[in-house]
């Protein structure tokens, strides 16, 4: 999207995104940079959900809804 292609040119190396979108991580070559595209998903209908750790990065998850 020209949204997250424009944050990126901004310099924000990370672009985490939500609503009723599709689940997904997508890595992005920006120069030199390697910038990552981050959608959540929706935690209503699909019960996706993004976690991060220090040391494995993000990780889609999906089944611990906590709307329910």
């Known amino acids: 999207s020209t949204y997250i292609k424009e944050q990126f040119s901004k310099g924000y190396d990370v672009v985490i995104m939500g609503h009723t979108h599709r689940a997904d991580i997508i890595e992005q070559k920006v120069g030199e940079r ?13 019960e996706t959900f993004v976690t991060y ?15 329910k």
């Open 34 to 46: 390697t910038c990552l595209y981050v959608n959540c998903g929706d935690l209503r209908k699909d």
């Open 53 to 67: 750790h220090p040391k494995a990065g993000f990780a889609i998850r999906t089944g611990l809804s906590p709307l």
